[in-house]
C-alpha cells in the first residue's frame, strides 16, 4: 500500500475545518490499509518540510482548507519537493481561489455567472456598486468565509457592524434569489445535485458546519432539464480550470423562471478545488448516494494523486 503524508490544519480562517477534515480522512484511509502519517502545518513550512522528507510518502493527502493549502501555494511546494498529492494542481488551484480571475475563465466558456465587479472597501463606501441586494464576498477565501448580502433598508454603510480582515479588495455580485445547489466532481465527471436549505439565513460558513442548521436534499428535486444543467456546468466549470481530483461546484437557481426557460435561471457562483471532508459535508454525502463509502472514496483520491510535472 502507499505511504500517505495527510496535511492539514494551516492558519487560514478554516483551520477548525481542516484539522476535522483530516481527521475523518486519516481514519478512512487507516480503514482502507493505508499506512498515514498526519503532519499538522501551522507557522513552520521548513518544520513541514522536514517532516515529509523524513517520512517518504508515496502521496500527500491535502486535507488544508483556505489559504496557502487552497490556493496553489502550497501544491507549489509539494511539486517542488516532487511528492504526488490529492486534489488540483498549482495553476487550477490559484484561479478557482482568485474569483474574479474564475469568473473570467467561466464566463469565456460560456458558463453563466452572477454580474459583478471586483472594488476596494473604500469604493463601495462612496456607494453601493450594484442595486440592492447584492453580495460582497472576499476576492480570495473559501468556504463562505466572509461572504455578507445588502439588502435594501440595511445601514447605508454596507460594512457597518461587518469584521472584514480580508484585505482591501472585494467582489461585488448581483444577488441571486432562489435555491442553493452544488454539484460535486470527481476526476471529471459530476456526481450527483444537492440541495441546501439552511433553516435561517443563507448557506454561510455557520450553517455549513453546524449540525442540523441545514437540509441537505440528495438528489435535489428539480426539474430534470436543471439537474442535468447544473450537472454539465459542473463539469465544464472543471475542466475551464483544469481542475483534478475531487472538486466541488456551487450554483444558485433562481426557481422564479420555473414557468419560462427553467435553465435560465441557473448560476454558477464558483468551484471549490479543496472540498469538505467533514461529518457535514457534501461530497462524501454525494459519494454515499453514489454506493461509494468514505473509505472508498478517499482512496480513489489517493491513486489518483499526481504533482505538475
Known sequence: MKRVSLIMGGYSK?????????????????EAGYPVEIVDVQGDIRGVIDQLLA?????????????LGEDGSFQGLLNLLKLPYTHSGVMASAMAMDKPVAK?????????C??????????????????????????????????????????????????????????CERYIPGRELTVGVMGDKAMAVTELRPKAGFYDYKNKYTDGMTEHLCPAPL???????????????YRALGCRGVARADFRFDDSK???????????????????MTSLS????????????????????????????
Not at 478554516?14 to 487507516?30: D, F, I, T
Not at 471586483?118 to 473559501?142: A, C, F, M, W
Not at 439537474?227 to 459542473?234: K, N, P, V
Request: overall charge negative.
Open 14 to 30: 478554516e483551520r477548525e475545518v481542516s484539522l476535522a477534515s483530516g481527521a475523518n480522512c486519516a481514519a478512512a484511509l487507516k
Open 114 to 171: 452572477p454580474e459583478g465587479i471586483q472594488l476596494t472597501k473604500e469604493d463601495i463606501l462612496k456607494g453601493d456598486p450594484l442595486p440592492r441586494p447584492y453580495v460582497v464576498k472576499p476576492s480570495n477565501e473559501g468556504s463562505s468565509v466572509g461572504v455578507y448580502i445588502i439588502k435594501p433598508g440595511d445601514n447605508a454603510n454596507p460594512f457597518a457592524g461587518i469584521d472584514w480582515p480580508f484585505g482591501d479588495h472585494v467582489l
Open 223 to 237: 426539474p430534470k432539464d436543471v439537474y442535468d444543467a447544473a450537472m454539465q456546468a459542473a463539469q465544464a466549470a
Open 55 to 67: 517520512q517518504k510518502p508515496d502521496v500527500v493527502f491535502n486535507a488544508l482548507h483556505g489559504r
Open 282 to 309: 457534501l461530497v462524501p454525502e454525494q459519494a454515499r448516494h453514489l454506493g461509494i463509502s468514505y473509505p472508498e472514496l478517499v482512496s480513489w483520491m489517493v491513486e489518483h494523486a499526481a504533482w505538475d510535472e
Open 104 to 112: 473570467r475563465i467561466f464566463a469565456a466558456n460560456g458558463l453563466r
Open 258 to 276: 420555473a414557468n419560462g426557460h427553467a435553465v435560465d435561471g441557473l448560476y454558477l457562483l464558483e468551484i471549490n478545488t479543496q472540498p469538505g
